[in-house]
């Protein structure tokens, strides 16, 4: 099994383009990069981060075993078009979006007789775009989702979540699209966009950055964030963000509804909660 | 003007006033140190935190050229009408609390001819309460607000921010209490008010701790939150605290109706504009 997959094609070597290259190569993969910026295929040259790049992937699919396409969700279904004829026989391909919902029939009616699609989901990544913030040890540790298809092959899926593991990722679970993008919507988008209104919210009266300390800077180091990325999951995911938003203000109107009657108990209630919560969590961790 | 004060008594040996005892007896000052619970006071004098302690001020006031009240904010008032008549002459006072608006005056009022109080708001915590949660290394780069009255005398306020710079805090500002109030309304308070409803707001149907990364995890670090201090802080500052939950919410709503109605360039301004306010604050640190 181990021996399956040995030569890799990452398309798109952005920040986790870049990554997964680093980590694969370390691994003893063959590493093969296409990104349609020019600076960044020299770059993945010159740093050593591919054993070969290109700003296309044609002459390098049909001699890989796995094709990672580590590209925008939306840009993920035309690549796969352009491809799907230069793929090897009996390749697996993976993708690398925080959404899967709405993604993968299409994308599943591409693919040739005897190829087998993979979705994933590597939760790690940076504030920062682009192959200089590109940095394998961000997956250390971190989870990795997979959301089997009915289509897919036991293998395949076995082959990936082993990668997963050898890159470096601790917990690697399995959940259907739609559990996938619950509670994507909750654990990553809802903090997203919290901490992009709370840096909004900044009146400005006074010189904020004097005033802050560990709390204001923890909630709002995300509110840097890359927008046409995020504003394409945000989206892609809007039933589950909106309900998330929606249970969060509902959250937020109690502390604000006891704030309005001096309700002390109420208050010391939810924080008794939280904290509870908050407590048991970082035992699991 | 460094020889005026030697002598320290600190009142509460909390997280802060355990922290402050540590970092000024490793100045060389004499501190000694009060607290209502007897273990605490065993801690503090076994671990040398503190030169000398005991379960009331009375024996170290009248010896000490510098008081520090570091009580819940409630309790300040109560313990300086009970210590005014030990205080020595010249003696300067201050405390560590968290809001300032509706408690200067009365202090005041009680203070003895000759003594001086300055307010001061260390912006330096832990999530965790007690002496045994101490460390002095909390203070090195963080923020000092001191909110001068107009009783005070120019000297004092510079002694206070002499040794808040002695203690290793970087930022020394002078505010009024009603600014005070205001920026933590929004740098703090706010920030645990969404931090506690985030954690709140989590139906449970996935085990939710499996699925985080840094962005969650960063954002609710202080939804472990102390319910007895941060109710009164809260409620200490209600006012200003709902202003600044509802321009919060605002913001959110700009997001949720974006959200509704797929719009998404309303979405990319609001992600640049945190991105950009975000990025110039890294800057500003």
């Keep these: 099994m181990k021996d399956r997959i040995k030569t890799v ?17 370390k691994l003893g993969y063959t590493v093969y990069g296409a990104d349609c910026d020019e600076e960044t295929v020299k770059k993945a ?41 230069l793929l090897k026989e009996g390749a697996i391909l993976t993708d690398v979006a925080g959404i899967k919902s709405h993604f993968t029939e299409k994308i599943e009616s591409l693919l040739p007789e005897g190829t087998d699609f993979v979705f994933a989901h590597p939760m790690a990544g940076r504030e920062k775009k682009g192959i200089d913030y590109a940095d394998d040890s961000v997956f250390k540790g971190a989870n990795f989702i997979i959301t089997p298809s009915p289509k897919n092959r036991k293998e395949s899926l076995d082959e990936i979540e082993r990668l997963a593991r050898e890159m470096g990722f601790r917990n690697v679970m399995r959940l259907t699209p739609e559990e996938h993008d ?4 909750f654990v990553s988008q809802l903090p997203h966009a919290i901490a992009v209104a709370l840096v909004n919210s900044d009146d400005r009266k006074f010189d904020t950055p004097r005033f802050v300390g560990d709390s204001y800077r923890d909630l709002t180091r995300i509110a840097n964030i890359n927008e046409k990325l995020w504003s394409e999951l945000f989206l892609g995911n809007k039933q589950n963000l909106l309900s998330s938003i929606k249970e969060f203000e509902k959250c937020l109107d109690v502390i604000k509804t006891a704030l309005e009657n001096d309700d002390k108990e109420t208050l010391e209630g939810e924080f008794v909660r939280a904290t509870k919560r908050r407590t048991e969590f970082n035992k699991e961790l």
Tied chains: 1, 2.
Excluded: H, N, Q, W
């Design 182 to 185: 619950r509670v994507i919507a």
């Design 45 to 85: 040259i010159e740093r050593g981060i591919a054993d070969d790049a290109a700003t296309t992937a044609d002459g390098f699919v049909p001699i890989s075993d796995l094709v990672v396409i580590a590209l925008y969700p939306k840009l993920v279904e035309g690549e796969l078009a352009r491809i799907a004829p």
């Design 9 to 25: 094609t990452i398309i798109g070597l952005g920040v986790i383009g870049g990554s997964y290259a680093m980590a694969l190569k």
